[in-house]
């Protein structure tokens, strides 16, 4: 072998000095091209949403089950006005608002076969946001079905025009966005909104995503389709403390740039040595802090700063969707990196709010590849975003 390698440094002395700058150079850049194609292979491209997918269905005021309706969209109107503009030879993108919010709270929450805990989240979901944000006062039985007592505000089966606003905080909705799910979750949501009563139930809108497309491309699906001031996605599961939802709006508030961008996201980082962490196996907490160890390394600095990037429970003010939903990329469980990278590289300041927090079980979640995965997953959006294969819509 020292034999062959002697002949090597032989051979190569007697090439002249410009042909072996370009030997290099050229193989430098062929496996620069080859690097970027097998990133541009690898790297994941969300499947445009199908006209079903954007339709939603609710209780109609007979309590029937509503025919699809059609869901409204602030992205495809915000989409076609920047074309517009575009083809006008403006490319500053300046002045093109969102759509002026219906109402002041939407709440997303992504469900892939989630029938037997999504009741119990909305319950807890629902009596909130009726309290804070309603004209009426739900009365929440024992059971967790839920009687509205309504003071005569009128609905409407397609669910536009539900709670008109009547003051600054007052209106809210839910859209609850079934990824695929092949259990009862759709009957489920529909079950839940009809115990609502028929003049609130039309605040659940049920949306149904034809195949699974993962976690993040169910919120981000939900998050192109709200009508709020503010919009917050919680997981089905109920884990977050709902209740926090008025201090990430608080935060939010305070962060806001002079535009009202802002986003408040929910941290369990305070939990770190509560017993809920401490019970966990050696497994899942030794992955827990290699994977923060791995992001704090992969992502830019406002990111890499927050402590908790994976909790299911994040607010956004409306002026701030649009710097951020049109350009998701991320469909798995990575995507809340991915939706903080774009708000700092947007400007937008970010606040991060302990919350309340509990161990659910029936998880989906698998410890060990999962977390492999989203490792794997960090690794390549990070590349796309670098590297230009990921471009902001």
Known sequence: MMECFRQTVTASQSIPLPLLFLIFGSTFIGICVLSFLILFIVAPIPRPPTKAEKSFKCIGPDGSISIAQQLPCWQDAYVAAKAAAQKKG?????????????????????????????????????????????????????????????????????????HPPTRSNQGWEVLIVSDGSTDKTIETALNFAKDLGTKSSALIRVVSLQENRGKGGAVTHGLRHVRG????????????????????????????????????VGSRAHLVGSDEVIKRSFLRNFLMHSFHLFLRLLTPP???????TQCGFKLFSRPSLPYIIPSMHSQGWIFDVEMLMLAESAGIPVAEV?????????????????SLGMAWSLAILRAAWTFGVYRRS
């Open 302 to 308: 406002a990111t890499a700063a927050i402590r908790d």
């Open 90 to 162: 403006d490319f500053s993108s300046n002045g093109l608002g969102i759509e002026a919010p219906e109402l002041f709270m939407s709440l997303v929450v992504p469900a892939y076969n989630e029938e037997d805990r999504l009741g119990i989240m909305l319950t807890e979901a629902v009596e909130y946001l009726e309290q804070e944000y309603g004209a009426s006062q739900p009365s929440i039985s024992e059971n967790g079905s839920v009687k509205a007592r309504m003071n005569g505000h009128s609905g409407a089966s397609n669910g536009r025009t539900i």
């Open 229 to 264: 001031r503010y919009a917050v996605f919680a997981d089905a599961d109920g884990a977050s403390r709902f209740t926090d939802l008025g201090k990430l709006v608080k935060a939010c508030e305070k962060v806001a740039d002079s535009e009202g961008r802002g986003v408040a």
């Open 354 to 370: 302990p919350v309340g927090w509990k161990e659910v079980k029936g998880s989906k979640l698998n410890v060990l590849w999962d």
